[in-house]
């Protein structure tokens, strides 16, 4: 693995390349979106890109840790997560099955 990072410019970059928006106007589109995401997932609601996947946030429970190094129990607060389940398609795309599955 190249350990490289897509950043925020990169998304950015691919959408000038790709589509033909000025720089600014593709940087623009991308926070759009991301931005719209975000919104969606504060306000609870679930996330579904078609052949990527599904975000949605999920709310733990209170409960009781444990920390390993001195045993001691320590309580740990209800809290919400996000979580994200890979599509069928993704998960052969990423797999090396090609992308004739879209």
């Avoid at 897509?6 to 928006?21: C, F, K, M, Q």
């Avoid at 931005?35 to 209170?62: C, N, P």
């Amino acid at each position: 693995m190249s350990g490289k990072t897509v950043t925020r410019a990169d998304l950015s970059e691919a959408v000038h390349r790709e589509v033909g928006l000025s720089r600014t106007e593709s940087a623009e589109m991308v926070r759009l979106v991301l931005d719209t995401i975000a919104d969606a997932l504060v306000a609870g609601e679930q996330v579904k890109l078609s052949s990527f996947g599904t975000f949605e946030v999920r709310h733990k429970k209170a409960r009781i840790g444990r920390n390993p190094k001195t045993k001691e129990e320590v309580p740990i607060t209800p809290r919400r997560v996000l979580a994200f389940r890979a599509s069928q398609v993704m998960k052969k795309r990423i797999n090396g099955e090609g992308r004739d599955q879209e």
